[in-house]
């Protein structure tokens, strides 16, 4: 077995550790970084005796729904799914999320594909963790140019979802929804406070107990490779081929 | 009297016109890109698509080629292969209204054409851009007292009806029903639009209501006008469970249309070869 | 670990609390009179009854032994044969509050309970005597500009969450996937309730989703809460597509159940041998 | 052939020849009559080079409706269904009509079984045609105790459809919806005006050209018996049974 850890194996590794408590996790379009955690968190599961089940709306598979392409959303709303991933064009200090495109609103100057089901999955899913590989000042901002679904509501808005995390090729920060701000827990590998202070466009917290991201064991890296790539290349064969070589 | 109507391509293409609401599937639910590339040789104009509630190349394709004038979806992307470069550019230069939407909003304004009536409630959305630039929604606050929370904004989005929904599928029995497996957001474009049109890959001789579980899987055939045989008619697209994507022709797609140029030289060639 | 859990059918009785609102599917979509009668023989009192949308000999059963305060429903009625009699009687002497609807809006509170709004519009109904009696549902004015006739009266339906569901099916796959078919409003009873109970007829050693056709005939695992082998469930009740109605014993029913010494003898035989 | 024509084929037709220029008729629970009427309808439509959907609730063969029992009020709210049948406890001239009971509601005399979905199909069905065998003062009444479903309502209310027909062993009336009246327009054989004054409990104008059920004619008569008789046995067995001795 190659010992040579690679960023994404990482990356799944601590998205996986946030699953343990779930029952239920969905993972939409374009993530197989998610959607690995979320079978590699279920695989544990099994071994520890409890039961995971994972949504992956790109595969046919790992796809439960049944009821058209409405479920999904249906299915979040009635408060049937733990966890879910968003990303970003641009994220803010506030977990305010574009996912339109950077500019003043309609007047476009770069724009993305759209805000997708952010914009209800958002409010109604009690963990949703924010995902997005690049960490910058591009990606991470002060204040987003769109809001695609804000970061906190009103106290008049019903709202039993929201923020818990958000994860970057660099850190791991927990959002505490009081204070509306970011506070930073996890550094990658070889990344300072102060590397994450200068490439991140807004102002967070520092945790108490800040550590860093640790490896996955020799047992957990085993199981990614063997059982949950060869899952993986169903519905990601580009990313299974890139990673692994399957 | 044959139960439905078998129509040549070119009249299920001839039924839409100049400026009319569009049904387009999203990549997993059967795009009619042979249709749509049909409908792009024919110089259709001002088209208003309603995506369900996305689109990847189909939409991309139409924009480039000058068809449409609006639309209103919650994602246009070609998927791994990145942006949709026409949608893009055409929002950058303003030459589309693009009415910004989310998933389970364009799925409940069909639902409400669907049960006939005139609006439908939604949570979340609010404090969102996409709700403060959407003039045609509206916020009431909870008017039922035994229901929910009294002072609570709701968002309510109006229904709407496409004038014309396009699919492809796999099948169609001797009746004219529709296999579409639990692809059953294409029976919510069906109920909400007035016309409906489908290109199969071929006809099977047996009716589905035969049998209760070979029932379920399918769209019943009062919803359709008209069905026509078109082999390999999602290409580059999947049809769910019956063959995937043509990756390699996507990215060349993706590759192509990053320039108008690019574009306008992969359009001639794979519309008049 | 099973992916599911497997129940007797004694454990599935114990889930039904006194007082709790019970989901009751229609005689169309898998009565589980097995259930029933076992629920009957524990002695369940003050059950709200929600019928999606009527009920037939499973309503009248549990309204006979006295084990319900109130019933939602759009008719109690044994088909064929008659008049419910314990419904009919319960209702005359005012020992069951009845609340009275109609299909379509039994059908539309479930459904803003699957979407988590508070409530859903309905058109037809205003004018009714069924809508001058419901104090739960309410009247707006049209508040949307962009679709419908602003000055037009709009029904609000509350949502409604189910406590427990509990239905006959065919069979279940390894996976506690529950196969349905087309019986659909089992899929909107299950997304509208707390707690969702199965009582099957086998276990299949398969998984329906590992077919496209056979995913769009079951309602997927992840809303059922537990799943027992009862043979024959659903009898004297049909279980569409696999057996019909027991229409001698129905009828022996609806003749004895004229009387509540009628009710009770039969209740005594079929309860206790 | 048996030449004597029985009263259930002579409604069947009756109902049949109101049914030629829809596309699409359904029939609800507990209806053989019209059932058999919408597939008579259906096979002449064929010999006329027409197409007639019929949809049979209580049939599983000749239910056309996949996305479960809300399918048929939303395909009549979508205008898609252009004739119901609904039947009454009591019937009233202004074609209201009870199917809950007899009574003060909510202390009712005489509970029947409910008011189904008739509360929306009176609404937006097009043609809706009342059917009720028992023509008396006791079924048609001059004000019905309880309405599950109005005759008419108010302009601001959305109503595409409504009474269109009201049928009995006896007459057959038009509904007048500008006058909110039915006009006598059919008498069964035997029957005069007279008879029908004292029978309904509601008073109703004349039609100027009142005239007799006509028998179905022969061809008719051996359609319904030869091919339409054995389909309705398909989900009326005790029916058929009675009325064709199959």
């Known amino acids: 077995m ?9 990356l799944i590794s601590q998205l996986a550790d946030l699953l343990v408590n779930d029952k239920h996790v969905a993972v939409g379009a374009a993530s197989p970084i998610p959607g690995a955690a979320a079978l590699l968190a ?23 729904f049944t009821d058209g392409a409405r479920e999904l959303f249906d299915c979040a709303a009635q408060g049937r799914i733990d966890t879910f991933f968003l990303g970003g064009v641009q994220i803010d200090g506030q977990a305010n999320i574009n996912l339109v495109g950077t500019g003043t609103y309609p007047k476009i100057e770069k724009r993305f594909p759209g805000s997708f089901g952010s914009a209800l999955m958002y409010f109604v899913v009690p963990q949703i963790i924010l995902f997005r590989e690049e960490h910058s000042p591009r990606t991470l901002v002060d204040q987003v140019d769109f809001i695609s679904a804000p970061g906190a509501s009103d106290e008049n808005i019903y709202r039993p979802g929201g923020p818990k995390y958000l994860i970057t090729n660099r850190a791991l920060f927990k959002f505490n929804k009081n204070l509306k701000k970011f506070s930073l827990l996890k550094l990658n590998q070889n990344q300072t406070i102060q590397d994450i202070k200068e490439l991140t466009g807004f102002k967070f917290d520092i945790s108490e107990n800040i550590s860093d991201m640790l490896n996955p064991d020799t047992t957990r890296l085993k199981t990614l490779r063997d059982k949950i790539a060869p899952m993986v290349s169903e519905f990601y064969p580009e990313f299974t081929n890139r990673i692994w070589g399957i | 009297m044959k139960s439905f109507d078998e129509l040549s391509l070119k009249e299920i293409v001839n039924e839409v016109k100049d400026g009319c609401i569009l049904g387009v599937p999203a990549d997993y639910s059967g795009v009619p890109m042979e249709f749509t590339k049909r409908l792009i040789k024919k110089g259709i104009k001002d088209l208003k698509l309603y995506c369900l509630p996305l689109t990847t190349i189909q939409g991309d394709m139409l924009i480039g080629s000058g068809c449409v004038s609006e639309i209103e979806a919650a994602a246009v992307t070609l998927g791994e292969f990145g942006l949709a470069p026409r949608f893009s550019e055409a929002v950058e230069n303003g030459s589309i209204l693009i009415k910004d939407s989310t998933c389970p909003a364009l799925h409940a304004q069909l639902q409400a054409t669907e049960k006939s009536v005139p609006f439908m409630p939604l949570r979340g959305v609010i404090g969102s851009d996409i709700q403060k630039h959407r003039k045609d929604w509206c916020i009431i606050e909870n008017p039922m007292k035994s229901s929910g929370v009294l002072n609570e904004p709701i968002l309510l989005l109006p229904a709407v009806q496409l004038d014309i929904l396009v699919f492809h599928a796999s099948c169609a029995d001797r009746n004219g029903n529709i296999q579409i497996g639990r692809r059953r957001e294409l029976a919510t474009l069906a109920h909400a639009s007035k016309k409906v049109f489908v290109t199969v890959e071929k006809f099977l001789d047996t009716d589905f209501f035969e049998d209760e579980l070979s029932a379920a899987t399918c769209l019943p055939g009062l919803y359709i006008n008209g069905i026509s045989i078109v082999k390999n008619g999602a290409w580059p697209c999947a049809l769910p469970g019956v063959y995937p994507a043509d990756n390699k022709e996507i990215k060349k797609y993706s590759l192509a249309a990053k320039t108008k140029q690019g574009f306008d030289d992969y359009m001639n060639q794979s519309l008049f070869i």
């Open chain 1, 2 to 10: 190659n010992s040579d850890i690679k960023r994404e194996e990482l």
């Open chain 1, 42 to 64: 279920k695989e544990e599961a099994k071994l520890n005796n409890k039961r995971l089940r994972v949504t992956i709306l790109h595969s046919n598979k790992y796809n439960n």
